[in-house]
């Protein structure tokens, strides 16, 4: 009895002190001084680290929510944010209606450091969805 309430007061400690390890810590300092650049008015982002090894900040602007991602020398790669089909230009908004029937999944307006802004529209399909990058003026670039 004594071994289990140990085990279960040791437990408890390891839980509490790695809930208080600030998920904001994990970004090294110049992933931090590049968001800080990036989004002055931005006080307090979420960092998580991705599957690649870069970081991700989720933040929100106006009650909009971003994610931005960095690399771990603080080089910023993208910021993005969901928006509504009815926001798309309406120059993807007709070639989506012209050459693609698919159910839309989901659509982001991206802001990436060597492509500029563009509009990733996925498209339900059967295994995997299939990702279509547009430039506003409806040209797709992937």
Excluded at 35 to 47: I, Q, T
Excluded at 67 to 91: M, N, Q, V
Excluded at 96 to 112: A, L, N, T
Aim: hydrophobic share 30%; aromatic share 12%; net charge negative.
């Amino acid at each position: 009895m004594t071994n289990s309430f140990t085990s279960i007061l040791i437990f408890c400690f390891i839980l509490v002190v790695s809930c208080n390890n600030s998920v904001n810590s994990q970004a090294p300092k110049a992933v931090k001084a590049t968001f800080k650049a990036k989004y002055p008015d931005e006080n307090d982002p979420d960092w998580h680290k991705d599957s690649h090894g870069n970081y991700e900040s989720h933040f929100k602007i106006d009650g909009i929510k971003y994610r931005a991602d960095f690399k771990p020398d603080g080089s910023w790669i993208e910021t993005e944010t969901s928006i509504d089909k009815k926001d798309l230009p309406k120059a993807i908004r007709d070639i989506i209606k012209k050459d693609f029937d698919g159910e839309i999944s989901e659509i982001e307006k991206v802001d990436h450091h060597s492509k500029g802004v563009f509009y990733d529209v996925e498209f339900k399909q059967k295994g995997e969805n299939k990702d279509i990058e547009f430039k506003a003026d409806g040209t797709i670039i992937n």
